[in-house]
């Protein structure tokens, strides 16, 4: 008498593929280029992408931009929005997928908070020296 038992404890799962990081790498290298080389719109120029993520089932693409200093963020998404379609269909004639992935454009204002969390460290650190007899 033999028993099968049948259930899967976390972390013991099929390991997570990097196929998607892979084509995210690969989405965001040729958004690069189209960015840099191709994009008339007035309201792209300057920005840069900061990271991709792709969805396992590679149907989902969450594209991180930045902007340069003093630049819309709002304008340069609804720029980025409007390009949409051209990016798809470059990526569809380059990329080897069989779907290409939708694409979702999120403002990344990491730099931002960074340089928010610096100001304040800067604050503290002054407010220490100004304390100290």
Sequence with gaps: MSVDLDF??????????????????????????????????????????????????????K???????????????KGMNRAKGFFRSHLARVLNLRYTPDLLFYYDNLNEEIGRIDDLFRQIEKERKDEQP
């Design 8 to 61: 899967k404890l976390p972390g013991l799962g099929r390991p997570e593929s990097s196929r998607p990081k892979r084509v995210a790498e690969a989405i965001k290298n040729e958004l690069t280029v189209l960015l840099l080389q191709k994009v008339a719109d007035p309201r792209l120029s300057g920005v840069r992408l900061s990271r991709v993520t792709v969805t396992a089932d590679l149907k989902l693409a």
């Design 63 to 77: 594209i991180y931009f930045t902007t340069p200093v003093g630049q819309d963020s709002g304008v340069a998404l």
